[in-house]
């Protein structure tokens, strides 16, 4: 008899969007006059920049033409985008290699896959509240997960605590779902504590492009010795509107390397390399063009645009709040807006309270973690219209 991965029966029953997404679908099955307007998943709204669609459109008519029609690419993405992203990290001031990004699908797919140069022994450390997929994809391992903290005293940007060792650990900065970023220092001190308890640091950079502060990092590789202890994995996705296109890249230093059990030293870049090219044939050529384009200058300029939308957004939603002097997290160099729920409600009750009084999707903060149970996420993903309408009937609410 098949014998299944029984870590499975540890998850929970669904992924949180899928949940939330079958609570949407029941509630306008049963009320279909009403407008929902949907402020949960962080799913853009605004169309592909003209840069990014012309040049998907000549890659189109490439493949349609015997002398430019391409089959299988390199597994870790063209070098024309490879360049692209260097030249996108030295813009920042950060220095990356060509053979240290590999291009993929999207950092939800890598962040979750990484798990499979990790032995099972290994202590992950996953801040909570954060993204499902950390603590789902290390559960369907079957690995140790120690829980770190995050709550308003520490304005959701836990420290190491010394005294607990880790292997692995992840920060999603600027972070989902609160929308806090961590500074240079508060990420050295996690460089540090990576490097003297021999961790390897999983950065979640998915929405680095929001960040607007100068002074914040928008790379782990700003940091001193991160290139030693690091893997950052970043998103076109909430950069330039690729939730459906699909490209992402992960950075993966020459320099990170562990010591195995029989003291051979492994290469994680090798690593990484050997199990991408067994495992995944690549992004399609047509969407590598798009997202090199999106990496010029004018495809950054109107991606730039795209990103000062959103945050106009991010904006109207923190004003409301502000009228109604309720507390928040985020909104400025992040997309997400994070609250406690007003009425002592726990997020899964205020989340069906809104959707049925107000028929406004929000994202409950239980599904990121426990210290999430009384806080609720807004996104700034939707369109204008749509937000100012949401923020008015949330505003007769409360
Ligand atoms: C979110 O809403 O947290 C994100 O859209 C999920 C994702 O990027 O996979």
Known sequence: MAKLNENYQNLKESYLFSEIAHRVAKYTQENPDKKVIRLGIGDVTLPLESEVVDSMHKAVDEMGNASSFRGYGPEQGYDFLRNAIKDYYT???????????????????????????????????????????????????????????????NGFLPLPDESVHADIIYICSPNNPTGAVYNKEQLKIWVDYALKNDAIILFDSAYEAFISDESLPRSIFAIEGAKQCAIEFCSLSKTAGFTGTRCGYTVVPKDLKVTASNGEVMYVNKMWNRRQTTKFNGVPYIVQRGAEAAFSKEGMEQAQKMIGYYKENAKIIADTLDKKNMKYFGGVNSPYIWFECPNNMDSWTFFDYLLTNAQVVGTPGAGFGTNGTNYFRLTSFGNKENTIEAMERFAKLF
């Open 91 to 153: 813009r920042n001031g950060v220095s990356v290699e060509l053979d240290e990004i590999f291009v993929s699908d999207g950092a939800k797919s890598d962040t979750g896959n990484i798990t499979d140069l990790f032995s099972v022994d290994n202590v992950v450390l996953i801040p909570d509240p954060v993204y499902p997929v950390y603590v789902d994809t290390n559960t369907m391992n079957g690995r140790k997960i120690v829980y770190l903290d995050a709550n308003a005293e």
